[in-house]
């Protein structure tokens, strides 16, 4: 692989802000993105956000149309690093976990499971009953990382870009990735 791609997913579910600032993290640790957005993302882009859909497009490196599976990233040869969803509706992780993959959003995160890639699904609902529980250990047992998109307040965020942040960079760390300038637990910090 000449560069190192990633692929971004985001579906229909609340927080949109975070693959927004994974497309904006790639950016800057010089990955190449591929962005795959749902139907019901870019709906949800009107109510939850300041950008509009092509202002969210325009920073992957490469955006597919969700109904395009005949996409690069819908095949194991198309290498990647892998994938995170972000956020990832119950919807997606569905089909992702039994394998009924209707789009190529679905298609692509798949194909990372296949192709024994990292998979990473910022799953954004509460609260959960037993089918999206019985949904994510499946998807787990399948190779993914269930990543709820959870603050950690020890880092001290100031604001809540800090969390998204802050967040998004935990997400990276699962692929070896080290975002620069976040803060990180310390042993040595002692209780106030």
Known sequence: MDRRRLIIGISGASG????VRLLEMTRELDLESHLVMSRSAKVAAAYEGSLKV???EALASVVHQTDDIA??????SFRTLGMIVAPCSVRSLSEIAYGNTSTLLTRAADVALKERRRLVLMVRETPLHLGHLRAMTQATEAGAIIMPPVPAFYARPGSVEDIVTYTCARALDLFDLSFPGINRWKSDASPA
Not at 71 to 76: F, L, V, Y
Request: glycine share 16%.
């Open 16 to 19: 949109l802000a975070y693959g």
């Open 71 to 76: 996409a690069s990233i819908s095949s194991g």
């Open 54 to 56: 092509r202002e969210i």
